[in-house]
Nanobody, 122 residues
Framework: QVQLVESGGGLVQAGGSLRLSCAASGRRFSYYAMGWFRQAPGKEREFVAA????????YYADSVKGRFTISRDNTKNTVNLQMNSLKPEDTAVYYCAAGYREGDYGGSYDYWGQGTQVTVSS
C-alpha cells in the first residue's frame, strides 16, 4: 500500500514556473514507477510525465516536452515535476500516481494522490 500526497500547486502567470512534489509513504517506493497526470475542468484525465523505478527512463506528453521535467529521489520517497514556461492550457488538477508498470496509461497505476490545483493566468 502506498499513500501519495501532492504539493506545490498554485496560481502563476503564463511563462512562469512551478515545482510540484509528491511524497509517498511506504517502504516500497523505489519499486514503483511514478507518473503525473492532470485533469482540466470538463476534460478527460491526461498523461503528463512518468519515470521508471530507478529514474533512468522518463516519458513526457508531447504537450509538455521541453518544458516539464520529472525526477525522483528514492532516498526521500519523493517525485517532482518541474514545470517551466507554463501556459494557460496547463491549468488543471495534477495527480501523482504509482504503479509497477511505467508508461502513459493511467490504468497502469495502482495508487493515486488527491491532486493539487495548478492555475496559469494569461
Amino acid at each position: 500500500q502506498v499513500q501519495l500526497v501532492e504539493s506545490g500547486g498554485g496560481l502563476v502567470q503564463a511563462g512562469g514556473s512551478l515545482r510540484l512534489s509528491c511524497a509517498a509513504s511506504g517502504r516500497r517506493f523505489s519499486y514503483y514507477a511514478m507518473g503525473w497526470f492532470r485533469q482540466a475542468p470538463g476534460k478527460e484525465r491526461e498523461f503528463v510525465a512518468a519515470i521508471s523505478w530507478s529514474g533512468s527512463r522518463t516519458y513526457y506528453a508531447d504537450s509538455v516536452k521541453g518544458r516539464f521535467t520529472i525526477s525522483r529521489d528514492n532516498t526521500k520517497n519523493t517525485v517532482n515535476l518541474q514545470m517551466n514556461s507554463l501556459k494557460p492550457e496547463d491549468t488543471a488538477v495534477y495527480y501523482c500516481a504509482a504503479g509497477y508498470r511505467e508508461g502513459d496509461y493511467g490504468g497502469s497505476y495502482d495508487y493515486w494522490g488527491q491532486g493539487t490545483q495548478v492555475t496559469v493566468s494569461s
